[in-house]
């Protein structure tokens, strides 16, 4: 098991593009969160699934944002209709059972919106 | 609301010396848990060490290790022999029962030769 991966790396887009970003998980590890990252800052929570189940979202998630984990696997995050405020590294993360366990990190999607 | 403080935006050490990253965080819960991240530059973060709220022994993975104070709510990391790998930010982060982890602004170690 090579750890969480995440695609695109980067991603440059103009403002008002939808754009979709892609997390793989540790193959085992039934939690995946997505979290966003500023420059300077600490990652801020974004949602968390449980297998498929999208069971937390952060008020910080507006409407433009979706994420999904259809087959408890892999999951995607879309954003709709970006703008500058959206440029951001977004990470994603996987842990296996209870909230306490450890998350392990993928390389993150660095997002630049024009 | 559930914060995490980290009072050191940059702090620098000689290599082989010890460094003391400092951490606080506010909560009304009783049982959850707190890491130490560390993010090299352009690279994934990675676990540095975990401490249990229930647990009152101090973590500790080899050169790494927490002074966790519950009552004071602070939770230090200790990096004892520093080396220039250790050069990162480093994040203090916090997770109750909600599944919101919480992180720090984090802290710039640098270690210098």
């Known amino acids: 098991d090579t750890g969480v991966s995440q695609n695109p790396r980067h991603k440059i887009t103009k403002r008002g593009q939808n754009v979709t970003f892609r997390c793989d998980p540790i193959s085992e590890h039934n939690r995946l969160y997505w979290y966003r990252q500023t420059l300077g800052q600490g990652p801020e929570f974004l949602t968390y699934f449980q297998n498929e189940a999208q069971l937390e979202k952060s008020r910080l998630l507006s409407d433009r944002f979706s994420a999904e984990r259809p087959k408890g696997s892999f999951s995607t995050l879309e954003i709709q209709r970006t703008e500058q405020g959206d440029s951001a590294m977004y990470l994603c993360a996987s842990s296996l059972g209870l909230a306490g366990h450890t998350q392990y990190f993928g390389p993150g999607t660095r997002l630049t919106v024009l | 609301a559930q914060t995490v403080t980290q009072s050191q935006p940059e702090m620098s050490v000689q290599e082989a010396e010890t460094v003391t990253l400092s951490c606080t965080y506010d909560t009304s819960e009783n049982n959850y848990y707190l890491f130490w991240y560390k993010q090299p530059p352009s690279r994934q973060m990675i676990l540095v060490i975990r401490?249990?709220?229930?647990?009152?022994q101090n973590a500790t993975e080899n050169r790494f290790s927490v002074n966790f104070q519950k009552a004071a709510k602070s939770f230090s990391l200790k990096i004892s022999d520093s080396q220039l790998g250790d050069t990162a930010m480093y994040f203090c982060?916090?997770?109750?029962?909600?599944?919101?982890?919480?992180f720090g602004a984090g802290t710039r170690l640098t270690v210098k030769p």
């Open positions: 982060a916090f997770i109750s029962n909600n599944n919101d982890m919480r």
């Open positions: 401490q249990e709220a229930y647990k009152q």
